[in-house]
């Protein structure tokens, strides 16, 4: 496998039919691919999912990172936005030369509440929930973020979900894990979730002091083991 790549701010067609800025990583050659579909985190589009984007390339998998915050779609619910980008997001992978048809995704933060939503919503190969809080319970009624609990469509889940969490995190907090974990057992659905000690939100994240290296490391060495297993051609 060889780590040359393309990689630039292309614009695709997101909810609505409208034009996206997106940030597009791809391998250079023909082999037959997987794509993922990388929703970043609640600060925005910025460097560092940039980078994760870089890195699934890296790895063989093109890959596409939406700017969600690019425009607002005036009548309609940022859920309902956020799944028409990502069902967009993954037609462009799908469209790209060498794309064998499986497409995942993964979200960060409020991300990892959105890559929940968009595989209960879309018909996905696999999808990655890095510590996605209000998936389980609405947000306090104080919180700046507006959101809904999602545990009500888990039966809608059209893909294995990876889940990576800290248990020192208070949104999601470790009970709500648990409960998503049992909800999704009884409902037959194909998951598995890692929590890690010590390790609270963002721990991901290498520009902040809530980077723990341990659990990254651990945590990127099982997602890309799940998306070798579910992506691959």
């Not at 460097?47 to 009548?75: D, H």
């Not at 598995?192 to 390790?199: I, T």
């Not at 520009?207 to 997602?223: F, L, N, Q």
């Amino acid at each position: 496998m060889t780590d040359q790549m393309q990689a630039g701010t292309v614009t695709i067609t997101g909810h609505g039919k409208a034009g996206l800025e997106a940030y597009l990583a791809r391998p250079l050659g023909d082999r037959p691919r997987g794509g993922v579909v990388v929703i970043h985190h609640l600060p925005g589009y910025d460097e560092g999912t940039k980078q994760i984007t870089r890195t699934f390339a890296a790895r063989g998998y093109a890959a596409i990172c939406p700017n969600l915050y690019s425009r607002e779609g005036e009548g309609v619910s940022p859920d309902e936005q956020l799944v028409g980008d990502v069902a967009g997001a993954a037609a462009h992978l799908n469209s790209l030369e060498g794309a064998n048809g499986k497409v995942g995704v993964i979200g960060y933060c409020s991300g990892g509440r959105q890559a929940f939503l968009a595989a209960v919503s879309l018909d996905l190969d696999a999808a990655v929930d890095c510590y996605g809080a209000f998936v389980v319970k609405d947000p306090p009624a104080d919180f700046p973020l507006q959101a809904t609990s999602l545990i009500s469509k888990a039966g809608d889940l059209s893909c294995p979900l990876l889940g990576l969490f800290g248990e020192d995190d208070r949104f999601p907090a470790p009970d709500e894990v648990a409960e998503l974990d049992t909800e999704l057992t009884r409902l037959g659905k194909e998951h598995e979730f890692h929590s890690y000690p010590g390790a609270g939100h963002a721990f991901f994240s290498v520009e902040r002091t809530s980077y723990r290296p341990e659990a990254a490391v651990d945590g990127w060495k099982r997602i890309l083991d799940f998306y070798g297993r579910h992506l691959a051609s």
